[in-house]
């Protein structure tokens, strides 16, 4: 039983820690994080889109990425908001032909729309792992708490809060020092080299650049921060409760 209430413990500390770094992730997966974002941070002095077409487009980009959905209806919506944008487009018969034949800086080309597809699958396979992760962390939880007690599960909340900050604090710190070189590692461990670069003033990186991925690093930051100081609050008051 020793044995087993250590693995429980383990196998909390190390799920919590799981949840708590996913829930930040999931925070920045929302559609109002997207939208607000891209109204601070869009580049639209690159781009021949306005600050506003832009900001749509990155929520319909978001929708398509994260939600899934048809990829030729958001490239129509695209093409129309495109026709606002260049007079080019206003009387061609074919919008999607002329539109291709502009490039990057107006559409998703099919380069970055694989890409999308990419991330939609990445997004797809997390959310059932956090969803298998989720069910072990109350099962071990709930064990700890029934058979260990409040102090050790406190103890479990602690370390728990204690760990992903410490691992937050040193990736803050290689994200101050070197931007792009984490933003490169964190892509490598997903996506194959060549398939996630894509020009300063085409469409994806004019929706997304670099100040919104920094925005969506902080909102990453805060949302779990805030988890694990729930947890090391929670923790603190069950270890003091059964000290007393």
Not at 99 to 109: H, I, K, V
Not at 131 to 156: D, E, F, Q, T, Y
């Amino acid at each position: 039983m020793n044995a087993l209430n250590a693995l429980a413990r383990i196998v909390g500390t190390i799920t919590l820690c799981a949840l708590l770094i996913g829930a930040g992730l999931f925070a920045c997966c929302l559609r109002p994080a997207t939208s607000l974002i891209a109204q601070a941070t869009s580049n639209h002095d690159d781009s021949p889109y306005s600050q506003e077409a832009l900001v749509g487009l990155a929520t319909l980009t978001r929708d398509y990425t994260v939600d899934g959905g048809e990829r030729t209806a958001m490239l129509d919506t695209i093409a129309q908001a495109a026709s606002d944008a260049s007079p080019a487009l206003k009387g061609a018969a074919d919008k999607q032909a002329a539109l291709a034949s502009l490039g990057e800086r107006y559409t998703l080309t099919d380069d970055a729309l694989d890409h999308l597809d990419d991330v939609n699958r990445v997004i797809g396979a997390t959310r059932i792992a956090f969803a298998v992760i989720g069910i072990a962390c109350v099962a071990a939880l709930a064990h700890v708490l029934v058979r260990c007690g409040k102090k050790s599960l406190g103890g479990v909340l602690m370390a728990s809060g204690g760990a992903v900050i410490a691992v937050f604090a040193l990736l803050a710190l290689w994200v101050m020092i070197d931007f792009n070189g984490f933003f490169a590692a964190f892509h490598s461990l997903f996506f194959s080299a060549g398939t996630w670069t894509f020009s300063y003033d085409s469409l994806l990186i004019c929706m997304y650049p670099p100040d919104f991925w920094i925005s969506m690093g902080i909102l990453w930051l805060v949302t779990t921060l805030a988890g694990c100081l729930i947890c090391l609050i929670i923790g603190r008051l069950l270890r003091k409760r059964s000290a007393a």
